[in-house]
């Protein structure tokens, strides 16, 4: 912990005043570094000697933004010592002598908002800078709405605001945010643009009006956000601040950009946000894994099975630099798994997210093969073949007589035993699933499945793999389904129900999307392939003992209907892939209904969200309270990053904390329900999943 005098640092280079903020790790606006900064700039103006002054970030950035953890105190009515941002701009935009930002890493949120009080900004080309605000449900709340438009245009300003994507340092030139990109050294750059600078007039930011012109850019944003739908408040938000600052002045622009801060940053949304936001990098910390917990390095690995997953896995890879082995069980099956990585690929170039040199440097690094030859060389084998336990085992056992000593057997099985899978094996302690989520090469999800005799040191390689693969790792425990289809089976059952009782497929999934999910759970069960689940449900009869079935679902396999794949589901698909209503799928309905006895009743969207969202709720409680997810924001994470729950209701154990554990609980006793057991008692408690850890 910095001493408060630590955290901004003044230093001179003869007439030149340097202020360094050394806040580690990203330099956030903590309390005591607005202070600082201020204090600094008032200092180096009373010092007649000095004659510009320059701000830069100590350590590997400049300015992360406001500091996140205060808003949480904020909204809460805990004591927050975050001061106003907006006034500490202005003392700086208030300097006598020129205040030049020396900018490097990222000059986020309040990082560029300060940077934009400024007279002069440069900057390193690799620097980024950008209003994130958005992507944590609120808007900028430092005059960055008032400034930005103000310096960089209503487009760019509306674009960067509205989205939240950061911009290149080259970027930032070209739109007037940046004054100079810095080749060499920053802070001797920066001082000497100080010098070039120092005796010259200069003006405010807040007094150009020379940018806020463009009339019809305020309604294209509205347009283009309402092209793509489903706004978040803060989006709106943004775009109604920005067209303050083209209505009003800087003073009372910055008076209604408050007002909606505000109003976004007390919203579920925003808290949902700020969840994830914290939730994202709260799951990489395992409690019962020491931090100094070996990780092993992984050069090279292998992959087994050239499928819809091996090949996606495989792509994963490749794409973070590995070369990669890719095993097939017949030439055909090669051949086939090679080319839709071609095609892949292929079809990323064509959209402009990858050149053609580097697909062919990527294909590169795949080698298929028939064989085991060379296995005994890679770090970690990924074993991707059909959902058979037979077959893994046999799979298992073929690898343990290849593999090197030290060599980390991964399985992406996405239900069945790790530990059994490991018996197959001499080695089960450095057996491990790392369930990667389809399409793998798009989804941020890894669930790592840590068996009962996984070493420590292969959990820590497999989490810390994750993040070299830009994935989130989220550690589980070895359960059927795991955590995520473990919730994933009883709410898709729901919406099967929901179905059976009354309500149309497109109704269902209508209803879950406008809720805020990716996709309706019908239309996701149609991408997925109707058959996995179907076929997990044929090998494991047990587990769905006493348990209403699908039986939808079933016939439409039967029929076979396996979704998208066959073009067939529950709905009937296009060449473009757009869901149609099918005639086969109403009368095989009305069937079902019709020998189940069952009188169709309208079904409202309210039920439909409750009763879907509240069994993936329930089946979350049963894993928390069995230890199979180490903690509530855990499963959120797993549902945020693989499953297409809004990030901004912050997963579902996070909802049901926003609805209160009560009202789920009665709720789902309307349903004629057993809630599980920890849900009733912290509800009982008065209590929320977001706050309980298992006793130890
Ligand atoms: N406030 C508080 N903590 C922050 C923070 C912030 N603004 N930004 C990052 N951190 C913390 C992270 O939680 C993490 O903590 P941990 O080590 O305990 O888990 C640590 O700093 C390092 O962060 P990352 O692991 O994310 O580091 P990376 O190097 O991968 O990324 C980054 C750096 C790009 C700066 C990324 O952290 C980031 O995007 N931060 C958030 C930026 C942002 O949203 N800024 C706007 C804030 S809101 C605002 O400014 C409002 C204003 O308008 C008034
Ligand atoms: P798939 O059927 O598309 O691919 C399996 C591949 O394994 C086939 O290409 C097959 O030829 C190959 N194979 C079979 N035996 C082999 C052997 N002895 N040696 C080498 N290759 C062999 O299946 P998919 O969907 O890729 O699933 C693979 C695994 O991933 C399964 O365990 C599945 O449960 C899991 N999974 C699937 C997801 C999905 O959405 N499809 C998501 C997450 C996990």
Redesign the pocket.
């Known amino acids: 912990m910095s001493e408060p005098q630590d955290l901004v640092v003044f230093s001179r280079d003869g007439e030149i005043g340097i202020i360094t903020i050394n806040n580690p790790?990203?330099n956030?606006?903590?309390p005591g570094v607005p202070e600082g900064i201020a204090a600094g700039v008032a200092t180096f103006n009373a010092d007649p000697a000095i004659q510009a002054i320059v701000v830069i970030g100590g350590g590997?950035?400049f300015i992360?933004?406001?500091?996140?953890?205060?808003?949480g105190k904020i909204t809460s009515g805990q004591k927050s010592a975050a001061i106003g941002?907006v006034d500490v701009c202005l003392q700086i935009e208030d300097s006598a002598k020129p205040v030049i930002m020396a900018i490097h890493?990222?000059a986020?949120?309040?990082?560029l908002?300060t940077a934009m009080a400024g007279h002069y900004r440069v900057a390193v080309a690799s620097a980024q800078v950008g209003?994130?605000?958005v992507?944590?449900g609120?808007?900028?709340?430092?005059a960055?709405t008032q400034r930005l438009p103000r310096l960089a245009g209503l487009p760019v300003a509306l674009d960067m605001c509205v989205y939240g994507a950061p911009i290149s340092a080259s970027a930032a030139l070209d739109c007037g945010i940046l004054d100079d990109v810095i080749m060499g050294d920053l802070l001797q750059g920066a001082i000497d643009f100080a010098r070039d600078k120092a005796g010259l007039p200069f003006s405010k930011v807040r007094d150009r009006q020379d940018k806020l012109t463009d009339a019809g850019a305020i309604a294209a944003a509205r347009a283009k956000l309402e092209k793509r739908g489903r706004a978040l408040l803060a989006e709106t938000r943004a775009i109604d601040a920005i067209e303050a600052a083209t209505q009003l002045s800087f003073a009372d622009g910055c008076a209604k950009e408050a007002e909606y801060?505000k109003e976004c940053l007390f919203s579920n949304q925003s808290k949902g946000m700020i969840h994830s936001?914290?939730g994202e990098?709260?799951v990489?910390?395992i409690p019962d894994l020491a931090k100094d917990t070996p990780v092993l390095p992984v050069k090279s690995v292998a992959v087994i099975g050239a499928g819809t997953m091996g090949g996606g896995i495989a792509m994963v890879y490749a794409n973070a630099g590995f070369p990669v082995l890719l095993k097939e069980s017949t030439p055909e099956a090669l051949e086939r798994g090679l080319a839709t990585i071609r095609k892949n690929y292929a079809n990323t170039v064509q959209k402009g997210r990858l050149t053609e040199a580097e697909m062919e440097q990527r294909l590169g690094r795949i080698t298929g093969t028939l064989t085991y030859d060379g296995f005994d060389a890679v770090d970690l084998i990924t074993e991707a073949v059909f959902e058979n336990m037979a077959l893994k085992q046999q799979i298992f056992a073929e690898i343990d007589a290849v593999a090197r000593p030290g060599c980390i057997l991964a399985s992406n099985t996405s239900t069945l035993d790790i530990d059994a899978i490991a018996s197959a094996t001499k080695r089960p302690e450095w057996v491990i699933g790392t369930h990667f989520f389809s399409p793998a090469n798009v989804m941020r999800l890894l669930e790592v499945v840590r068996g009962a005799r996984t070493l420590p040191t292969v959990q820590a390689t497999a989490m810390a793999l994750a993040k070299q693969l830009k994935k989130t790792g989220v550690m589980v425990g070895n359960c059927f389904g795991f955590v995520g289809n473990r919730m994933f089976g009883p709410y898709r059952r729901e919406a099967e129900l929901l179905v059976q009782e009354g309500a149309t497929p497109q109704q269902v999934d209508a209803a879950l999307y406008n809720f805020g999910m990716a996709m309706g759970p019908l239309a996701t069960g149609d991408l997925a392939g109707l058959d996995v689940g179907w076929r997990v449900r044929q090998e494991n009869p047990a587990h769905f003992a006493g348990v209403r079935q699908p039986v939808i679902e079933d016939r439409l396999v039967e029929a076979g209907r396996y979704g998208q794949k066959t073009g067939q589901g529950w709905y009937t698909y296009d060449a473009s892939r757009r869901p149609q209503e099918d005639a086969f799928v109403t009368n095989l309905i009305q069937e079902v209904r019709k020998q189940n006895g069952i009188v169709p009743r309208a079904i409202s969207a309210e039920e439909t969200v409750t009763r879907t969202i509240y069994a993936l709720i329930n089946e979350g409680a049963h894993i928390l309270a069995e230890g199979f997810a180490l903690r509530s924001v855990d499963i959120d994470m797993i549902y945020v990053m693989g499953y297409g729950f809004p990030a901004w209701r912050g997963g579902p154990m996070f909802y049901a904390d926003t609805v209160g554990l009560a009202k789920v609980v009665e709720k789902m006793k309307s349903f004629g329900w057993t809630p599980a057991p920890l849900l009733v008692q912290l509800a009982t408690e008065g209590r929320r999943f977001t706050d309980w850890s298992r006793p130890l």
């Open positions: 790790p990203v956030a606006l903590s590997r950035t992360a933004g406001a500091d996140i953890k205060e808003f941002l890493g990222t986020l949120g309040g990082g908002e209003q994130p605000e992507k944590l609120i808007i900028p709340g430092a960055g801060f936001f914290f990098r709260a990489a910390k």
